[in-house]
């Protein structure tokens, strides 16, 4: 049994004054982890960073939590990528983890990751499954364990299951504010696409390991047969979707795979309308369209010889 590899979980939560249930339900999970014959969790801080937060709500979750929980709540103006760099800025444990405010974990999860990074030093990060409460995946999820290639980031990455060494944060840099929700710019996704990307490039070994997995609501998906509301969904893709092309074209992902990407959702666009699935066809092809969008409107900008160096290391500058 080891207590090394401490772990630090940042949680960027907005308004968690109209999420107190969802985000009692991850504090709670977090509170329930146990250990395992071979490891123990050791669970160095958790670090909840509120925007938009009514201050008495923050008060109250302290109070709650503080004496069960390595508790750290702070405040971050308005962005998810702003809100997790304020976490990176405060973390000190040796991996980091960046769990959603309305995701929960099993029991013994985090004993299974301090597990993985005790006992496989060549790893740098650690991509796990993001599934709903019944264990169906929620996102086009590769299903075998593999490393992560630059094409291979895009079915075994999602946030939620995204575990790092902090030091990989030191070469890459952290979360681009530029990208996700709450950005205020075109790009209000895939900085969970981008971080895995640069890592890869330089040089840093990820591993997926699609029967670790955390648990989380089922997302409005472009993939999916059952959508509850189409109008906001639709919304959604149409804001998020060139945020897809746009990482496509900075990382200079192969054209072979930017054509796959972009035609997927088109062809399931075809096939959702020869089964009369009207509403799920507009959907689809507003993903097409978007990530088509995103991707030539990115390739038309001659990046700066910083971004190249951000992007790509030295090597490519």
Not at 14 to 29: F, G, I, M, N, T
Not at 182 to 198: A, K, M, Q
Not at 241 to 254: C, E, F
Not at 280 to 294: D, M, Q, S, V
């Amino acid at each position: 049994m080891t207590d090394s590899s401490p772990i630090s979980l940042i949680v960027a939560t907005w308004r968690p004054q109209d999420r107190l249930a969802e985000l009692r339900r991850l504090l709670d999970s977090l509170v329930a982890q146990r250990e395992l014959p071979e490891s123990r969790p050791n669970l160095h801080e958790v670090v909840v960073v509120a925007q938009e937060a009514n201050a008495q709500v923050l008060q109250t979750l302290h109070k709650t939590y503080s004496t069960q929980l390595p508790l750290k709540i702070t405040t971050s103006a308005p962005g998810l990528s702003r809100a997790r760099n304020i976490g990176l800025q405060t973390v000190t444990g040796e991996v980091v983890g960046f769990p959603d405010d309305d995701c929960w974990y099993e029991p013994t999860f985090l004993a299974k990751i301090q597990h993985f990074f005790h006992n496989n030093l060549a790893w740098d990060g650690l991509h796990t499954m993001g599934v709903s409460a019944l264990g169906h995946p929620i996102a086009r999820f590769a299903k075998r364990p593999s490393p992560i290639t630059r094409t291979g980031v895009f079915t075994r990455t999602c946030s939620i299951g995204m575990f790092y060494r902090r030091s990989v944060f030191d070469v890459i840099g952290n979360f681009d504010e530029r990208l996700g929700l709450g950005s205020g710019t075109p790009w209000e996704g895939c900085e969970d696409y981008d971080l895995p990307l640069r890592a890869v490039t330089h040089g840093f070994n990820l591993y997926y390991a699609p029967s670790l997995y955390v648990y989380h609501p089922v997302p409005a998906s472009v993939g999916g047969s059952a959508v509850a509301d189409h109008s906001k969904l639709r919304d959604r893709v149409a804001r998020q979707s060139p945020s897809y092309g746009h990482v496509l074209a900075r990382h200079r992902l192969p054209r072979w795979f930017v054509a796959q990407e972009v035609l997927r959702p088109a062809v399931g666009a075809v096939m959702a309308a020869l089964e009369g699935e009207t509403e799920l066809a507009t959907i689809r092809l507003t993903a097409a369209r978007g990530r088509a969008r995103g991707y030539h409107r990115t390739r038309s900008i001659r990046p700066s010889p910083e971004q190249r160096l951000r992007l790509h290391g030295s090597a490519a500058a």
